[in-house]
């Protein structure tokens, strides 16, 4: 692998092989096809012999991923992350110095670590607050259940004593009737 500084300039021409993009990039070409799938910005034409054929964007496309992936320290993810944000995040992560840039990036790793944990604390927390609510639940359903039978049972015996109520007041006008007449 090649040092940005130290690889060769792009000659004056529109197509490349991927054999010279290899070492215009200072990768291999395996390297040139994995990240054409890691990429969705990098898709060579293909010459009728079946050949990859890169443009000149292509190979200024590779190095500056090249550079953010070996000089920067970036990930894949990182540096498709930051290719998809545009020419001018891209430009300013390139201008800065290498410091700066694995302090900068030291540092939003440290954020996401710490949000991370704060993720994984916030997981937790949901998880048993849907823990008490099923059980909170599963008791409501259990006291609604309940109040239903018993509200099921207190009907049948108002029409049981409705019933009762009926027959008792024929009885007493049947009587009335008897010892009046």
């Known amino acids: 692998m090649k040092r940005a500084s130290a690889l060769p300039p792009i000659p004056d021409k529109h197509f ?14 395996s ?4 990240w054409e799938s890691e ?10 012999n079946g050949h990859r054929v890169y ?6 496309l590779l190095r500056r991923i090249q550079l953010l992936v070996h000089d920067r320290g970036y990930t894949l993810a ?4 930051l290719l998809s944000k545009g020419e001018i995040s891209v ?14 990036r030291d540092d939003a790793t440290a954020r996401l670590d710490a949000a991370g944990v704060e993720l994984e604390g916030l997981r937790a927390r949901i998880a ?10 599963d008791e409501s359903f259990f006291w ?16 049981s004593l409705r019933g009762v109520l009926t027959g008792l007041k024929s009885t007493v006008e049947e009587k009335v009737e008897r010892d009046s007449g």
């Open 16 to 29: 490349f092989k991927i054999g010279e993009v290899a070492e215009l990039v200072g990768v291999r070409t």
């Open 31 to 34: 390297v040139l096809r994995f």
């Open 39 to 48: 990429f969705p910005q990098i898709r060579p034409e293909k010459s009728p």
């Open 55 to 60: 443009a000149r964007a292509d190979v200024e």
């Open 78 to 81: 990182g540096a498709r992350a």
């Open 91 to 104: 430009q300013a992560v390139l201008d800065a110095e290498p410091g700066e840039a694995a302090a900068a």
């Open 128 to 137: 048993r607050l849907e823990k008490q609510l099923r059980a909170s639940t």
């Open 144 to 159: 609604r259940r309940r109040a239903m039978a018993e509200e099921k049972r207190l009907r049948d015996l108002a029409t």
